[in-house]
């Protein structure tokens, strides 16, 4: 855990603005999003058009709220890259499958549950910011009403932590990454202690990025 905080605005950023060479430019970025939908149906094709009614059947049923500094706006970009099917009386995703954009089925090598397929560049992973303050010289949780959730590119995950083990024994790297990718800004001013987690499963992170 980690109590130091970092300025308000970073270096290059400030750099950048104050330069008069610089004009403005407007990045639409392409990110990936997962959605995940509760459905009843009775099998995996159903299931992926009932999903699909409830996410787009009324306009995209998912509010995506700019929140770090210069994102101006973010919606659905009309593009699904493909579906990955739970059946909730299946613990151990036994029956789990993944599937095309058209809902056809994909074929994997082994028996990983992992999402459709995305190059490692593009593939990202989400990270929960546990907030906590001193109090008799224990960390203790508090609750905020800020997200607590951001992402990061699975690229950097792995290049800092090639190994599950590597994640659990590094607390300072892992704490550093409060930092990195989509943070809001008062996760990385944040005074106190803190711990940062992993909100993916750890099969899809480790034992999928060989195949990525």
């Not at 993944?98 to 989400?126: A, K, N, W």
């Not at 959730?149 to 290049?159: C, K, P, R």
Request: hydrophobic share 40%.
């Amino acid at each position: 855990m980690s109590e130091n905080a970092p300025s308000s605005i970073p270096p290059a950023i400030a750099k950048v603005s104050a330069d008069p060479a610089c004009s403005k430019h407007f990045v639409h970025v392409y990110a990936v999003v997962r959605v995940k939908v509760e459905v009843d149906a009775t099998n995996h094709r159903a299931a992926m058009t009932a999903a699909d009614e409830r996410l787009f059947g009324n306009g995209f049923a998912v509010s995506l709220n700019p929140r770090g500094i210069g994102v101006i706006e973010a919606g659905y970009a009309e593009e699904v890259v493909g579906y990955l099917v739970d059946e909730a009386d299946d613990p151990d995703y036994e029956k789990t499958r993944s599937y095309s954009p058209d809902h056809e089925p994909q074929i994997l090598d082994d028996g990983h549950r992992r999402p459709p397929f995305v190059s490692l560049e593009d593939r990202r992973v989400t990270l929960t910011f546990v907030p906590q303050i001193w109090r008799h010289d224990q960390a203790i949780e508090v609750d905020v009403s800020e997200p607590k959730d951001w992402t990061v590119a699975l690229s950097l995950l792995l290049e800092r932590f090639p190994t599950e083990a590597e994640w659990d024994a590094n607390a300072q790297i892992r704490d550093d990454l409060r930092h990195e990718g989509d943070a809001p800004q008062w996760i990385r001013d944040w005074p106190g202690p803190f711990e940062v987690r992993l909100d993916d499963d750890v099969a899809d992170v480790w034992s999928g990025s060989d195949e990525l």
